[in-house]
């Protein structure tokens, strides 16, 4: 099946990213195709390059780039949550005048018509909130 | 409990949160409104406290956040306006329709259940 995955959660802040990184590896385990995880609401955190985690907790944000890295999941980030939350790529962050950027790839700052078209797209989409 | 007829559409968009506290109806709100604008058909159900999202007389205020209450006189014209909210959690608020902003039909559990199943995409905010 043809997955894709909704967070909303902010990382350390809630389960959210905890359950869906589990449920990614265990839906991959099983044979089943992990197409994008977007991010919204307070799960566009999720996509900071600049998390910085204590050495004993799992490293959230490294666990989605790993996952990009090994399965081509894309990570999407809603780019208006993203903005108004101090989440910016480097194109972003020239065009507002910010001396550095807090998204890089493979986070993708995209619009919510992307979570649209995702979600009908697929044939689950599963959200993991807060 | 009578199950009353409910549209089948697209999306369902499903909103929970009040409208002011937390940015989760705005960003649920947005979802529905790029969803429309994108051509599909987009119904709305308030439960919980979302339904708090539809009374009427709201104004963005002191508190800082943009509130919502401009947000849903634009539905319209966005062709949303498959709207629809949980009964119970109206009653439970001590509220009825007529205290409402726009007129959503109320809806008992089995309706619920056709409406989310009759969508092809249920968004949770």
Known sequence: ?130 | METATVPEGDILVILRHPPHGSSWLREGLDAALVAAAFGQAVSLLFQGDGVLALLQGQGPGPLGQKGTSATLDMLAMYDIESLFLDASSLSRLGLSTDSLQLPASPLEPPSIAALIAGHRLVLTF
């Open chain 1, 1 to 130: 099946m043809r997955y894709a995955l909704l967070v909303l959660g902010a990382p350390y802040s809630s389960q959210a990213s905890h359950s869906a990184l589990r449920f990614a590896a265990a839906l991959l385990a099983r044979g089943h195709y992990l197409e994008c995880v977007f991010f919204y609401h307070d799960g566009v955190y999720n996509a900071t390059r600049l998390a910085a985690p204590p050495q004993d907790e799992p490293h959230l944000v490294e666990a989605w780039v790993k996952l990009n890295q090994a399965h081509g999941t894309q990570l999407q980030v809603c780019i208006a949550a993203a903005l108004r939350r101090g989440l910016l790529d480097e194109r972003e962050a020239s065009r507002h005048g910010k001396s550095g950027h807090s998204v890089e790839p493979p986070f993708e700052l995209t619009g919510l018509g992307q979570l649209i078209d995702l979600g009908l797209g697929v044939d689950r989409l599963v959200t993991f909130a807060p």
